[in-house]
């Protein structure tokens, strides 16, 4: 498994400081902020998660940038980027630049450390991306000209803006990215809404959008606001002609009313699932959606359906599929056996959500932070069921320390939920008393969650 470089076993590159001051503006840091940055910069840098960070002048002179250019490598030039003093004292993972550039993680290890790239449209959209300085470029770049699809003076977010919103998502949670994604929104979603004559792609992407700002909403505890992003994504997904993104957003309003205990969970998965009956080569949306439809049936006590639902959705999974546009969300093995031990547990089967869940906890690809603390969170919970509390605040104790920061009411409610369970262990296990204290000053410091989004 690729792990991200801020995980350690990569050299650094950077060139060591000294300084108490915030590596960004200067301002002088208390003695306990080991980060290289003060309050302040910390909420401006938020967005490097979705783009790269407006940098001074000065940040081209460092040593190591200054030589990658000289060598006219592109690669050496990422790494020493990531690693530059200016984004703090840990450099830049990653998942967060290979974003910024479309690329995955592995990727862009490989552009790193490989041989030079040459193709010239990367190297241009790559500067341009970066706002590396013309002048200390070894190619020219052409007239800026738009990366996106356009209708006059409007553009739509291409591939690169979808993915990494995704990522960011998934690590720093949805009630901090809600409003970056309304903001873009706003530039483009109303034209799709008035304009037949935007390109089927467009609305492809405005839906994709939408879709994501309805997940945001969800994450952020304002269900009422994602159910509304995710029919206005239907109905741009159904004007695109996607019969799979059509069918990927029903999954989104089935996953919706799953949550909230709503019958019809069952009757939005069928439709996306119909959605797709002439399409059998997206097997990951389909693979999703039996998946959805097994939560559904399961709520409603019906095992067998369930488990046969499941089956289905593992067949589906593995089943060979073209690739896919950049407007699905991605669904693989790990996302499947979430949902099988979710059903697992709303059915009562605490012995075989426990098995699939410690199969799962370790193996979540590196930077999906929110995924990573929801099953550890459902692990303790079938865990405390079983009577194994003292093995449950370990598991507790790690998804606290993984969603430090992680803007997500979604992942609080867990804790709730797993704190409202543990109380009962409290006289016969000694772990659980401090681990309440814990989830208590926890409660209080994410309080600010509770707080109703713009819209909502």
Known sequence: MVRSSVSGGEPPVF?????????????????????????????AERGRLVAPPEVPMRFWEHGPIRRALTERHFGRLLRAYRHHPYHGRQPLPQTIV??????????????ETGAPVVHLDRLVRWARLLQVPAAQLWFRLPQPRTESVTTGDDAVPESHLLQALRSADRQIGGRHLYATVVAHLDRFSHHAVEHDSWPRRAFA??????????????????PRLADRHFRDALGLAERSGETGLAGQIRGSLSHLASHQGEAVAISHAISGLNALADDRTDGPTRARLFALHARGLALAGKADECHAALQRAERALTAPHAPRAEWFSPFDTNSLQVDVARCLLRLGDLTA??????????????????????????????????????????????????????GSALVVDHLRQVALLLRSHVRRCAEVPPLLDRLQQTFQERNWLATPLPNA
């Open 15 to 43: 060139e060591s400081s000294t300084t108490t001051g915030c590596t960004r503006c200067g301002a002088r840091l208390a003695r306990d902020n080991d980060t290289g940055r003060c309050a302040p910069c910390h909420t």
């Open 98 to 111: 290979a974003g910024w550039l479309g690329l995955t993680q592995a990727q862009l290890s490989r552009v």
């Open 353 to 406: 959500a426990v098995d699939v869940l410690d199969g799962v906890v370790d193996e979540q690809p590196v930077g999906r932070v929110r995924s990573q603390a929801l099953a550890r969170l459902l692990l303790a919970a079938a865990m405390i069921g079983q009577g194994r509390a003292d093995e449950a605040c370990p598991v507790v104790h790690q998804a606290l320390e993984q969603s430090t920061g992680l």
């Open 205 to 222: 992407v405005a839906a994709s959008m939408h879709e994501m700002a309805g997940w945001m909403a969800h994450d952020s505890g304002s």
